[in-house]
């Protein structure tokens, strides 16, 4: 799915389906159009989309320090069930 204003896309948010889990694959809004609720409408419309083909749990992904799509998610009542830590060796 995508958001546009003025026939310009600003925002981006794809969705793959895998059995009963859809995962969000990508999400990202442009700097200038965050807080204008693009990325609420997408992730909206994507829960929607996954309800419908029968889907009982989505996932999604935010880096460390990705403080805007956590908290992306946070507003759709999405929330962390799992941190992975790493180190190189």
């Known amino acids: 799915w995508v958001g546009t204003i003025d026939d310009v896309v600003v925002a981006v948010l794809s969705l793959a389906v895998e059995g009963a889990i859809a995962r969000v ?10 807080e204008l609720g693009l990325g609420d409408e997408l992730l909206a419309t994507a829960v929607a989309a996954a309800r419908a083909t029968g889907c009982t749990r989505l996932d999604g992904w935010a880096l460390p320090g ?6 992306l998610y946070e507003r ?12 190189p060796l």
Do not use: C, F, H, Y
């Open 25 to 34: 694959q990508e999400v990202w809004v442009t700097p200038e159009a965050r």
């Open 66 to 71: 990705d403080r805007d799509t956590k908290n």
């Open 76 to 87: 759709a009542g999405i929330t962390a069930r799992l941190i992975v830590v790493s180190t």
